[in-house]
């Protein structure tokens, strides 16, 4: 009986840092039913978006909070306090948006994170790696022959798109559940993982960017993998990888050059397409490599 009481929680206040409890505020009214695993109901669902003070992840996070009045959004990334996107976004969405840090490179962090969601919101159900690296000036070139291959970049690549995401999911998926709350047709939890076409092997016609192409591919198989265990084990969460399509952001913009107009896509579209991807999935596109436009990438 007490386990199930039904307590009215007055509001809260997402300040990173500040404890769940200690942050609670008196003005907006929510449902917390104490049952055995403390979980608050948070009416609307819970997101994550991972690598989001910038380009495609910050976007992310903005159509979440603005396409869903009652949903919550819990935006990572490694320097929150630098994070001039989020912080703007976080003035207008005080309560329902939560920034924490978070660098895939650093299993520590994506740790804390997990702790610090599970305490607060107690289930996800929602999970995006947005994370990657392309580019890094006189750290990582992208080579346009094997000759520029270096071991550093390779290594770096693949730390920070392929491992990354996946210890993302390993320490997020306790957490994730069904749900997602009031404009979305899912009757699954997700985790999409971004990705690119260039990690497609059967579609690799130009060959060059060794790094990233193969750390792409990597982060496929990756996933890939995870489907085919969440399957195994019945979990009712689906795990997709997703191509944005060329998209203007920090990431592309030395390489734009030769993108015609109509190919290089605001943030603003790709991420519009891509909620229509996630926010309509279903147990069978587990495992699977969608474009922008819906249509499955080959491996
Ligand atoms: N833009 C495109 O045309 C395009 C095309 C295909 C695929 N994609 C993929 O889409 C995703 C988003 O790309 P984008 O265009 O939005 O790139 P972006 O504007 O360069 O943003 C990259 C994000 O990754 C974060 N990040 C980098 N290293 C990290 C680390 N170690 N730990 C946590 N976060 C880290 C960055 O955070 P900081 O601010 O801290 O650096 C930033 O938030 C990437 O996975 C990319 O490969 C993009």
């Known amino acids: 009986m007490q386990n199930k009481m039904k307590v009215w929680v007055m509001?809260?206040?997402?300040l990173v840092g500040v404890t769940p409890l200690m942050s609670l505020r008196r003005n907006r009214t929510f449902a917390f039913t104490s049952s055995s695993d403390s979980a608050l109901k948070w009416e609307g669902g819970v997101s994550m978006v991972q690598?989001?003070?910038r380009g495609i992840g910050l976007e992310f996070v903005k159509q979440l909070l603005e396409k869903n009045e009652l949903g919550h959004v819990i935006a990572t990334c490694r320097d929150p306090n630098g994070a001039t996107g989020l912080l703007d976004l976080k003035n207008k969405f005080t309560e329902r948006l939560n920034i924490l840090e978070l660098d895939v490179t650093k299993e520590s962090t994506i740790e804390a994170s997990a702790r610090s969601i599970k305490e607060r919101y107690?289930?996800?159900n929602l999970l995006i790696n947005a994370s990657g690296i392309l580019s890094?000036?006189?750290?990582?070139q992208p080579e346009t022959t094997l000759n520029r291959v270096e071991k550093s970049s390779l290594m770096l690549a693949y730390e920070v798109n392929a491992v990354g995401p996946i210890l993302v999911i390993k320490h997020m998926w306790p957490l994730l559940k069904v749900g997602g709350g009031s404009g979305t047709n899912r009757d699954v939890a997700v985790i999409a993982n971004l990705s690119a076409r260039v990690g497609s092997i059967g579609d690799n016609r130009l060959g060059g960017w060794h790094a990233y192409r193969s750390s792409k591919t990597a982060l496929n198989q990756l996933t890939k993998t995870v489907s085919v265990e969440l399957t195994r084990k019945r979990d009712q969460i689906v795990c997709i990888l997703l191509h944005p399509g060329t998209v203007d952001t920090d990431l592309s913009r030395p390489f734009?050059?030769?993108v015609p107009e109509c190919k290089?896509?605001?943030k603003e579209f790709s991420v519009q397409k891509l909620l229509h991807i996630?926010?309509?999935a279903k147990s069978n596109d587990n495992g699977k490599f969608f474009a922008w436009d819906g249509q499955e990438i080959p491996w």
């Open 264 to 266: 290089l896509f605001t």
């Open 136 to 140: 890094i000036p006189n750290v990582l």
């Open 51 to 53: 690598g989001a003070s």
């Open 256 to 258: 734009q050059r030769n």
């Open 11 to 14: 509001g809260y206040r997402s």
């Open 278 to 280: 996630i926010e309509n």
């Open 122 to 124: 107690g289930y996800l």
